[in-house]
Each structure stands twice: as structure tokens, then as C-alpha cells.
């Protein structure tokens, strides 16, 4: 597999899962935690996908804000993004734990954005 075919599947597996986090806004009781989490997974896989593009092997950590630092080696452009990494990070290990973090619903309609903005981010830069 070409790094290029390794940065779509990563890719696709961002997009599922920011896909899966909006569908799940129409739930009742509202799930914000899996939310959230799926954002943070969403914007993880984005930003592992890139670097999967530049021939790296993506380090098997969740911080966001790592990931993207590692991402400015390769494109400075990525401090663009690192505000949304830093909010999507409380997200990737302790919503999957009782009583490790309060999530509001409010944080829900946030998570998505920042999602999107990394995902948006990150997708052009895979068609180049």
C-alpha cells in the first residue's frame, strides 16, 4: 500500500467518524460523550492521515496537539489548527471512563466544529 492509498484510508475512517458523531446528534437522551469522543477520533485520524501521506508511520499517541506539532515539521500551516487540537483533546481518553470528565451538551455543538476544522483542514492537503 502507497502512502497515499494509507492517508485515504485514514482519511476515511476521520470522515465516518465525524459522520457518526453528527447522526448521533438526533438521539435522545443525547450521547455527548460518544459525541465528543468521536470528534477527537475524527480530528486524530485526520491529522494521523497526513502524516501517513509523508511516508511516517503514525505514532500511536491521542494528543492532537502532538499530532499536529508533528504535522508543522512538514507544513507550518498546522499552527492554524492547533487551538481546535488543544479542545478536541480533552476528549480522547476520559469520556470513555465514569466520572473522568463533565461533558455538557453544550460542548457537543464545539467538538463538531473544531472537528470539522481540523478535517477541513487536513483534506485538501491530501489531493495534493
Given at each position: 500500500m502507497d502512502e497515499l492509498e494509507y492517508a485515504l484510508e485514514w482519511f476515511s475512517f476521520a470522515e465516518t467518524d465525524l459522520g457518526s458523531?453528527?447522526?448521533?446528534?438526533?438521539?435522545?437522551?443525547?450521547?455527548?460523550?460518544?459525541?465528543?469522543?468521536l470528534c477527537q477520533q475524527s480530528a486524530e485520524k485526520s491529522l494521523k492521515g497526513f502524516l501517513a501521506l509523508q511516508g511516517i508511520q503514525p505514532p500511536r499517541i491521542?494528543?492532537?496537539?502532538e499530532l499536529c506539532r508533528l504535522g508543522m515539521t512538514y507544513l507550518t500551516d498546522f499552527q492554524d489548527i492547533l487551538t481546535p487540537c488543544n479542545l478536541l483533546n480533552r476528549y480522547g481518553v476520559q469520556p470513555r471512563y465514569p466520572r473522568e470528565i463533565v461533558i455538557e451538551p453544550e460542548n457537543v455543538a464545539d467538538?463538531?466544529?473544531?472537528?470539522k476544522i481540523i478535517l477541513d483542514f487536513?483534506?485538501?492537503?491530501?489531493?495534493?
Open positions: 458523531a453528527e447522526y448521533l446528534q438526533g438521539r435522545r437522551p443525547l450521547p455527548v460523550e460518544i459525541i465528543c469522543y491521542h494528543k492532537l496537539d467538538a463538531l466544529k473544531q472537528a487536513v483534506k485538501p492537503l491530501l489531493k495534493k
